[in-house]
């Protein structure tokens, strides 16, 4: 008998362009996606997970995410995260995320002032986190990048701490767009909140190119699995 699929929730915005490929992902390993528009004021009662995709909301303006943190789904987002319900923020949604002080830091624009869009090599550093369960400390995914405002920045008491509290999951290999100390993505105290700039969600059939990025989001399925099952 298979596992049951979970319902993972893709939250959408004015802007969103990687919605439907988070929903393929999502599909393609194991959950069931569901598309909820940004102005809904509730998740649907099933949900096990979330995903704040990757694209341009409210076409980036003032700074990236600093609008769409105020969208209703927003409230819902967080009420589900303070339930410690799994959720992930990939790029524009990263950035939303940390808008909405749900993650901590900022994303300023790449040190090259340039959008950058290629295959980049991250480290995993954190594997205790119900989104990266499926991934060995240490290991090196290969996924790709698209942004023009992916710098993650902290100052160096929060960067301290951050450190002290093993909140960095995913560093760069390489300086990639300036961020600090190569920070790729964070998670906040209870770790069940993960914010990364590379979109694992582009990075998961392997007739495409690398496949890597199944490690995330398989491991958010199966987290949403786990929180679905536990809320029965």
């Given at each position: 008998?298979?596992?049951?699929?979970?319902?993972?929730?893709?939250?959408?915005?004015p802007?969103?362009?990687?919605?439907?490929d988070?929903?393929?992902?999502?599909?393609?390993?194991?959950a069931?996606?569901?598309?909820?528009?940004?102005?809904?004021?509730e998740?649907?009662s099933?949900?096990?997970?979330?995903?704040?995709p990757?694209?341009?909301?409210?076409?980036?303006?003032?700074?990236?995410?600093?609008?769409?943190?105020?969208?209703?789904?927003?409230?819902?987002?967080?009420?589900?995260?303070?339930?410690?319900?799994?959720?992930?923020?990939?790029?524009?949604?990263f950035?939303?995320?940390?808008?909405?002080?749900?993650l901590?830091?900022?994303?300023?624009?790449?040190?090259?002032?340039?959008?950058?869009?290629?295959?980049?090599?991250?480290?995993?550093?954190r594997?205790?986190?119900?989104?990266?369960?499926?991934?060995?400390?240490?290991?090196?995914?290969?996924?790709?990048?698209?942004?023009?405002?992916?710098?993650?920045?902290?100052?160096?008491?929060?960067y301290?701490?951050?450190?002290?509290?093993?909140?960095?999951?995913?560093?760069y290999?390489?300086?990639?767009?300036?961020?600090?100390?190569?920070?790729?993505?964070?998670?906040?105290?209870?770790?069940?909140?993960?914010?990364?700039?590379?979109?694992?969600?582009?990075?998961?059939?392997?007739?495409?190119?690398?496949?890597?990025?199944?490690?995330?989001?398989?491991?958010?399925?199966?987290?949403a699995?786990?929180?679905?099952?536990?809320?029965?």
């Amino acid at each position: 008998m298979s596992a049951p699929r979970p319902t993972v929730a893709v939250i959408v915005f004015p802007g969103s362009n990687d919605d439907r490929d988070a929903a393929w992902a999502l599909h393609a390993l194991g959950a069931e996606p569901v598309l909820v528009w940004h102005g809904e004021t509730e998740l649907p009662s099933d949900v096990g997970g979330v995903v704040l995709p990757g694209g341009f909301s409210y076409g980036d303006y003032l700074r990236c995410g600093a609008i769409a943190r105020f969208s209703p789904a927003m409230d819902a987002v967080g009420r589900f995260a303070a339930e410690g319900g799994p959720v992930l923020g990939i790029c524009n949604g990263f950035q939303i995320l940390c808008e909405a002080g749900l993650l901590p830091g900022v994303l300023r624009p790449n040190h090259s002032l340039e959008f950058v869009c290629a295959d980049t090599t991250v480290r995993v550093e954190r594997t205790s986190t119900p989104l990266t369960s499926r991934c060995t400390e240490g290991q090196r995914l290969v996924i790709p990048v698209k942004h023009g405002e992916g710098a993650w920045f902290a100052d160096d008491d929060l960067y301290a701490e951050l450190v002290e509290l093993d909140q960095i999951v995913f560093r760069y290999e390489s300086d990639v767009n300036g961020a600090l100390h190569g920070v790729a993505g964070v998670c906040n105290r209870e770790g069940n909140i993960v914010g990364l700039m590379p979109h694992p969600e582009h990075a998961v059939d392997p007739l495409l190119g690398p496949d890597d990025g199944a490690f995330v989001i398989a491991s958010l399925v199966d987290a949403a699995r786990d929180s679905t099952l536990a809320a029965v």
